[in-house]
């Protein structure tokens, strides 16, 4: 369909197509409706011939793992992509009670909104950066508000994996966010730490809260630069003595001696009536993909290779991922053997688990390994009556460690069960579709 045109379209016979939220150089965002449920969503259809044109679709590849990969309360929840030969679409949560920006933009805010909106934001940025996650343009422009008032981090636009880094010293090198709010080090080029960048910038906002106005704003660009580098800022005279200090040891030019996000998250002046959240480990990619436990034969399809996802943002080779997904027609109790003999080759312990719609058979490692404990999940979803989708990702541990577990053990032991791998080309698609009709 032409999202180009008037409310009221029909995508994929599934959202009800309404107002213009907005729009941008490549992407509009419109309000949309589930015609089922009556659910309403945010749908981004970006024009994918503009993003190729410009270099731009390994950044658009890289929003949707991410946004596949982190799911909190505080972040906007990305529930379903989907793409044509000219659009791509993404299903988002709908985040009605617009920018925190607004709300700053009419005056400073009280010291307890402020640090309400604070905790969820250290909560949500810490919850990326243990996922691996950079966002790398945090600002109140990208901090939403639902209708209860709380804070939704949003636009991983220019975010980062932490393998994105440099192998030779560990650092990322390409410089981006927003000049009033981005982190010295980021300015030099010489190499900066995502995870202390994203540090800054959240200090940036807190400031921005509490005095309503910027800590480092100059008309011209190259001197608020100079100020940034220097950190040249004063907190006004009612900021509380224990903000003061909190600030100013995030706001720190030298990001070996910058305060860490654990320390923030203890601070006094933070914790001070935080509501204990709950450990937000990882939810699996179907589940935040909100893919129905029953499929049909177009979902069949758009899973296992096609609807032209598997060429927008799956790489090929699958040994180099940190996930796979395959359909076999094995039934799943068949599958759950197969894998617990996988796990039992490669001396991990297994556990079963309901997932709500699914399967999940969790393969965890005896040893300590380069970043801890190696955890293998292996998602079965019933699609038919004799065939089930199987996802496979590593929760946590090394991922080279990981990889070279799937090439060597894992891919090749799963041989026997696998029908078609998602990331084959359109023969399968054919074929799923002739099976399941």
Same mark, same amino acid.
């Given at each position: 369909?032409?999202?180009?045109?008037?409310?009221?379209?029909?995508?994929?016979?599934?959202?009800?197509?309404?107002?213009?939220?907005?729009?941008?150089?490549?992407?509009?965002?419109?309000?949309?409706?589930?015609?089922?449920?009556?659910?309403?969503?945010?749908?981004?259809?970006?024009?994918?011939?503009?993003?190729?044109?410009?270099?731009?679709?390994?950044?658009?590849?890289?929003?949707?793992?991410?946004?596949?990969?982190?799911?909190?309360?505080?972040?906007?929840?990305?529930?379903? @992509?989907?793409?044509?030969? $000219?659009?791509?679409?993404?299903?988002?949560?709908?985040?009605?009670?617009?920018?925190?920006?607004? =709300?700053?933009?009419?005056?400073?805010?009280?010291?307890?909104?402020?640090? =309400?909106?604070?905790?969820?934001?250290? $909560?949500?940025?810490?919850?990326?950066?243990?996922?691996?996650?950079?966002?790398?343009?945090?600002?109140?422009?990208?901090?939403?508000?639902?209708?209860?008032?709380?804070?939704?981090?949003?636009?991983?636009?220019?975010?980062?994996?932490?393998?994105?880094?440099?192998?030779?010293?560990?650092?990322?090198?390409?410089?981006?966010?927003?000049?009033?709010?981005?982190?010295?080090?980021?300015?030099?080029?010489?190499?900066?730490?995502?995870?202390?960048?994203?540090?800054?910038?959240?200090?940036?906002?807190?400031?921005?809260?509490?005095?309503?106005?910027?800590?480092?704003?100059?008309?011209?660009?190259?001197?608020?630069?100079?100020?940034?580098?220097?950190?040249?800022?004063?907190?006004?005279?009612?900021?509380?003595?224990?903000?003061?200090?909190?600030?100013?040891?995030?706001?720190?030019?030298?990001? $070996?001696?910058?305060?860490?996000?654990?320390?923030?998250?203890?601070?006094?002046?933070?914790?001070?009536?935080?509501? $204990?959240? =709950?450990?937000?480990?990882?939810?699996?990619?179907?589940?935040?993909?909100?893919?129905?436990?029953?499929?049909?034969?177009?979902?069949?399809?758009?899973?296992?290779?096609?609807?032209?996802?598997?060429?927008?943002?799956?790489?090929?080779?699958?040994?180099?991922? =940190?996930?796979?997904?395959?359909?076999?027609?094995?039934?799943?109790?068949?599958?759950?053997?197969?894998?617990?003999?996988?796990?039992?080759?490669?001396?991990?312990?297994?556990?079963?688990?309901?997932?709500?719609?699914?399967?999940?058979?969790?393969?965890?490692?005896?040893?300590?390994?380069?970043?801890?404990?190696?955890?293998?999940?292996?998602?079965?979803?019933?699609?038919?009556?004799?065939?089930?989708?199987?996802?496979?990702?590593?929760?946590?541990?090394?991922?080279?460690?990981?990889?070279?577990?799937?090439?060597?053990?894992?891919?090749?032991?799963?041989?026997?069960? @696998?029908?078609?791998?998602?990331?084959?080309?359109?023969?399968?698609?054919?074929?799923?579709?002739?099976?399941?009709?």
């Amino acid at each position: 369909m032409d999202m180009n045109g008037a409310g009221g379209s029909v995508l994929m016979h599934k959202y009800e197509i309404g107002r213009l939220l907005g729009k941008g150089t490549f992407a509009k965002v419109y309000y949309s409706r589930n015609i089922e449920t009556g659910q309403s969503f945010a749908i981004k259809v970006i024009n994918k011939d503009k993003v190729m044109r410009v270099g731009l679709m390994k950044q658009i590849k890289r929003e949707i793992s991410v946004m596949r990969l982190v799911r909190h309360p505080n972040i906007v929840q990305l529930y379903e @992509v989907m793409a044509t030969k $000219s659009k791509i679409y993404f299903v988002m949560q709908y985040v009605k009670g617009g920018e925190l920006f607004d =709300k700053v933009a009419k005056g400073r805010l009280k010291e307890d909104v402020a640090r =309400k909106f604070f905790q969820q934001l250290i $909560s949500a940025v810490d919850y990326c950066h243990s996922r691996g996650v950079y966002h790398r343009d945090l600002k109140p422009e990208n901090l939403l508000l639902d209708e209860n008032g709380n804070l939704k981090v949003s636009d991983f636009g220019l975010s980062t994996f932490a393998d994105s880094k440099s192998s030779q010293d560990g650092l990322l090198y390409t410089t981006c966010g927003t000049p009033a709010y981005v982190a010295p080090e980021v300015i030099s080029r010489k190499g900066y730490d995502g995870a202390k960048a994203d540090i800054w910038c959240c200090g940036v906002i807190l400031f921005v809260l509490v005095a309503g106005y910027l800590p480092f704003h100059d008309s011209n660009l190259m001197e608020m630069y100079r100020k940034i580098g220097r950190a040249e800022f004063t907190c006004p005279t009612w900021f509380p003595l224990d903000l003061r200090k909190l600030v100013v040891r995030i706001l720190d030019p030298n990001p $070996s001696t910058r305060i860490s996000m654990s320390k923030i998250m203890e601070n006094s002046w933070v914790k001070k009536h935080m509501v $204990s959240s =709950k450990n937000y480990s990882g939810i699996s990619q179907q589940r935040t993909l909100g893919i129905p436990n029953n499929l049909n034969a177009f979902d069949i399809i758009s899973l296992a290779s096609g609807f032209d996802l598997s060429g927008l943002f799956e790489e090929e080779n699958q040994d180099s991922s =940190k996930e796979a997904r395959f359909i076999s027609k094995d039934k799943s109790l068949d599958i759950i053997s197969k894998i617990e003999n996988i796990a039992e080759k490669i001396n991990f312990k297994v556990k079963e688990e309901n997932g709500g719609g699914c399967m999940v058979v969790k393969m965890e490692g005896l040893d300590e390994g380069r970043k801890g404990v190696l955890e293998i999940n292996a998602e079965i979803f019933e699609v038919a009556s004799s065939s089930c989708i199987v996802d496979i990702n590593k929760k946590r541990g090394d991922t080279m460690e990981y990889q070279k577990l799937w090439k060597n053990v894992i891919k090749p032991e799963l041989r026997d069960i @696998v029908w078609t791998w998602q990331g084959k080309k359109q023969q399968h698609q054919v074929e799923v579709l002739e099976h399941y009709l």
